[in-house]
């Protein structure tokens, strides 16, 4: 059975390990191009966007795709609308991987904010030290609240130029412990984080090193995602696929 894997996530880099060499499954996964040098992976890989709701029709017809798995970011709202449209009009079964949020303790100073532009008013007027945990493509918006010093670690460097002026970049890619959290916030005394509710155990060190140190987070909501059948974990989709796969292939 022909399945297209929309990924850029630890889940979706987890279920393409899962399925591939499965005999049932022939997968594509489709990355959107945003890291230069992603991860290897064990199955056919597409990069880049398709064109819209028509390319992702198109798409399908092309590499006649019998099942779609949306794994991609919680963020990433638009290429899941148009995969719930794309799968909507061909009959095309989708099913999504739902990441839960994570959900405040006790300790935790969060400050739940609608978006990114709100993060940026909401760390006040004073200069404060922040550490940005976002992607390269959210820094820009920054630049509205100039009066602060920025740290930011991204898997790459950024391309845009019109980023906050006093912005220090730390080029790394995770998972990251909490140790190693708590040795960054202290050493570059760090006053508040921004972070995405991303959910999962890859980034969630930073989250547990904040509470440990009482430092306030401004936590960007996560956008309202349209989704197919929702699971919640990798398992459930490589059963979900060998549901709808013909048996004794
Ligand atoms: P988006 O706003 O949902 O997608 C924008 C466009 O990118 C889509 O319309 C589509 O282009 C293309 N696209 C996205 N994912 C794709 C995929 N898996 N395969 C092929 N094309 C894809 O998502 P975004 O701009 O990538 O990111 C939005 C938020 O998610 C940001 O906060 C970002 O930091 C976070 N995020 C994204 C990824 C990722 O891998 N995309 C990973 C980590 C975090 P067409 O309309 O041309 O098809």
Redesign the pocket.
């Known amino acids: 059975m022909r399945v297209l894997i929309?990924?850029?996530?630890t889940e979706a880099s987890a279920l393409a390990q899962q399925v591939a060499g499965d005999p049932r499954l022939a997968p594509i996964l489709?990355?959107?191009g945003?890291t230069v040098s992603p991860r290897a992976q064990p199955i056919a890989t597409r990069t880049?966007?398709?064109?819209?709701i028509d390319?992702?029709l198109r798409f399908l017809h092309d590499e006649a795709i019998e099942a779609v798995v949306d794994a991609?970011?919680p963020?990433?709202?638009?290429?899941?609308a148009?995969a719930v449209a794309a799968c909507r009009e061909t009959g095309v079964p989708l099913t999504s991987l739902v990441r839960l949020e994570w959900q405040p303790e006790a300790g935790d100073r969060w400050q739940v904010v609608p978006s990114f532009d709100a993060a940026a008013h909401a760390l006040g007027t004073p200069p404060r030290r922040v550490f940005l945990s976002?992607?390269r493509?959210?820094l820009h918006i920054f630049a509205a609240a100039p009066q602060h010093h920025y740290i930011a670690r991204l898997i790459e460097r950024p391309e845009r130029e019109d980023l906050p002026p006093d912005l220090r970049l730390i080029q790394a890619r995770g998972p990251f412990d909490r140790e190693a959290e708590l040795r960054l916030l202290i050493e570059e005394r760090i006053d508040v984080m921004v972070s995405?509710n991303a959910g999962g155990n890859a980034t969630y060190a930073k989250i547990a090193a904040a509470r440990a140190l009482a430092l306030p987070v401004v936590m960007i909501a996560r956008p309202h995602k349209p989704a197919g059948h929702i699971l919640t974990n990798v398992e459930k989709a490589v059963a979900w696929l060998h549901g709808l796969a013909p048996r004794g292939v």
Do not use: P, V
């Open positions: 929309l990924g850029g996530t489709s990355l959107a945003r880049g966007g398709f064109g819209g390319g992702l991609t970011h963020y990433a709202d638009q290429i899941s148009h976002l992607g493509q959210e995405k």
